[in-house]
């Protein structure tokens, strides 16, 4: 399996403008996870979904930011309007709950944003 | 918040065995002790993880007290590639619910 992919790795993007970051869980995968890192904050949970259901999206900082996720193998996380303040490492996770319950989440490489 | 309480750096000789501490002094019944780490730049790396007994695998050992209010990750024989921040987070046993990530230990392995 070619694990957690993530897409754009690097945005640059001007203040005000619409971002919006992509993630390919895991096949079979039906937990996904969305995480910021940022120097100041580390890493934090933004929100999660369970087979595509948005389960807790209460550390999504503003509705400036929303998530999707349309299908098993396919979530969105857009930011609008993008503000310097957002700028960090956005990480997406997934993991199987299966029959033993499982205990390890997958991490992708991560989504470098910059908003100048 | 995070539940546990590591040291912010660490160094390590290479070839020499590091061990990380950790304390959850407050850590449930139901709860494990789940390590990870991350690389320069890269996601976090899922390593271990124990409930009241020790556990070993390929990459690391866990060795948790007997009261359970504490653990050390071991890393027997660190490498240069092993130099990253390792997370130590305790919480049910599901990868499922979301990770809490204190600060962590910046483990540095020095040639």
């Known amino acids: 399996d070619a694990g957690v992919i993530q897409s754009p790795r690097h945005e640059v993007t001007e203040m005000g403008q619409e971002v919006t970051l992509r993630c390919k869980p895991i096949?079979?995968?039906?937990?996904l996870f969305w995480y910021r890192q940022t120097m100041m904050r580390g890493l934090e949970l933004l929100i999660y979904?369970?087979?595509?259901?948005?389960?807790?999206d209460s550390g999504m900082p503003e509705d400036r930011f929303s998530a999707k996720m349309p299908n098993a193998s396919f979530s969105t996380l857009k930011i609008q309007p993008s503000e310097p303040r957002d700028s960090a490492v956005y990480f997406c996770?997934?993991?199987?709950?299966?029959?033993?319950?499982?205990?390890?989440?997958?991490f992708g490489p991560g989504t470098r944003l910059t908003v100048t | 918040d995070a539940k546990t309480t590591q040291p912010t750096s660490m160094d390590c000789a290479e070839g020499r065995a590091a061990n990380l501490p950790c304390n959850h002094s407050?850590?449930?019944?139901?709860?494990?002790v789940y390590w990870y780490r991350q690389i320069h730049s890269q996601g976090p790396q899922y390593i271990i993880h124990?409930?009241?007994n020790n556990e070993t695998n390929e990459m690391a050992s866990l060795i948790i007290t007997e009261d359970r209010k504490s653990s050390t990750l071991i890393l027997p024989h660190a490498t240069l590639r092993d130099t990253a921040v390792y997370y130590c987070?305790?919480?049910?046993?599901?990868?499922?619910?979301?990770?809490?990530f204190g600060k962590g230990t910046r483990l540095s392995v020095i040639a």
């Open positions: 987070i305790v919480g049910p046993h599901s990868g499922n619910t979301p990770l809490v």
């Open positions: 096949s079979g995968h039906d937990y």
């Open positions: 124990g409930l009241k």
């Open positions: 407050t850590i449930s019944g139901n709860e494990y």
């Open positions: 979904f369970n087979n595509n259901v948005p389960i807790d």
């Open positions: 996770a997934s993991s199987s709950s299966g029959l033993a319950g499982g205990y390890e989440q997958y």
